[in-house]
């Protein structure tokens, strides 16, 4: 059981920014997808942004440009560099780790808050 543990969440006003981190319990070198995904209030769970292989990145369109993910495999972390940011980015930003298609980790969460 891989565990996942955030950080890195909090309150910013908007245009401001923010670094989240994710670290494994462990060894990523091999896994397939590490990455994020939010849940703002009353909405479904949304993909945020994507390391695949380690090699290619995923971004959902509404943070292209904004948003920057990054992995270190010898961290055993990947992380997520959010810059101009805006109220509608608010909600719990979860680390998701995929090994393969039928092994999936969450993390716990972290809040994220952009408000004035």
């Known amino acids: 059981q891989v565990q996942l543990m955030e950080s890195g969440g909090g309150l910013v006003q908007p245009g401001g920014s923010l670094r989240l981190s994710c670290t494994a319990s462990e060894s990523t070198v091999g896994v397939n997808i590490m990455g994020w995904y939010r849940q703002a209030p009353g909405k479904q769970r949304e993909l945020v942004a994507d390391?695949?292989?380690?090699?290619?990145?995923k971004y959902a369109d509404s943070v292209v440009g904004r948003f920057s993910i990054s992995r270190d495999n010898q961290k055993r972390s990947v992380f997520l560099e959010m810059n101009n940011l805006k109220p509608e980015d608010t909600g719990i930003y979860y680390c998701h780790l995929e090994i393969d298609p039928s092994r999936h980790f969450w993390g716990q969460g972290t809040q994220v808050t952009v408000s004035s």
């Open positions: 390391s695949i292989s380690g090699i290619k990145t």
